[in-house]
């Protein structure tokens, strides 16, 4: 039987490092209550996975947040920025003899718990698995090799980032099986995309409540 681990990237709460382009818009403080709930819905949604799970925070371990201390091993990303983090989440994978692994974010209202054990069983067919999202990023990806170099040598947060890692796992000539896209959470519009409602006490303040 296979050894399946799911790792999850989750930021720290930290006023100012949270959804920066959604505090933009609608203030710190929203940014990370927002940011409180799309983790909230990652944690439930993968409580009852049959896998090991990880949880991967950005700067240090919290022990008294969503994720249950028995069902969850913590531990703090490593490196420099998000690609050398990601890759180096899987190089400890392997390194701990796991056969499949995939790593998800946090930020996606929309992910579930099917998709991730559809995820898991695509490996058995499939290189590499990928969730695209609808902004041209990622919000997982899953290997069953650690595949050096494949997500530290490339930047993130721009629209052609699944394109760009799309290309570079055809040129190493590897399949590849993309999961449903879907929306994850970084700006104002894809609140309204993803049909999440904010209703502030203060309109003046906030401006028109998100989703009317």
Do not use: W
Not at 41 to 59: G, N, Q
């Amino acid at each position: 039987m296979s050894k399946e681990v799911l790792s999850v990237f989750v930021k720290n709460l930290i006023p100012g490092t949270v959804k920066t382009r959604l505090a933009k818009d609608l203030g710190t403080d929203v940014a990370i209550e927002i940011y409180k709930e799309l983790v909230g819905i990652t944690a439930e949604v993968t409580d009852t996975l049959k896998v090991d799970k990880y949880i991967y925070y950005s700067e240090y371990i919290e022990s008294n947040d969503q994720f249950d201390n028995a069902k969850y091993q913590k531990h703090i990303q490593e490196g420099k920025d998000l690609g050398q983090r990601m890759q180096n989440c899987f190089y400890d994978a392997f390194e701990l003899d796991f056969d499949k692994i995939i790593l998800v974010g946090s930020d996606n209202p929309d992910i579930t718990g099917q998709i991730i054990s559809q995820g898991f069983a695509e490996l058995d067919k499939h290189d590499i698995i990928i969730g695209p999202s609808q902004d041209g990023g990622i919000y997982l990806i899953g290997m069953k090799e650690p595949h050096e170099n494949l997500l530290n040598k490339r930047t993130y947060g721009h629209k052609e980032v699944l394109n760009e890692l799309l290309d570079e796992i055809d040129n190493r000539n590897l399949s590849v099986f993309k999961l449903p896209t879907l929306i994850d959470i970084d700006v104002k519009d894809d609140l309204k995309k993803a049909g999440i409602e904010i209703v502030f006490e203060d309109k003046d303040d906030f401006g028109e409540n998100i989703g009317d």
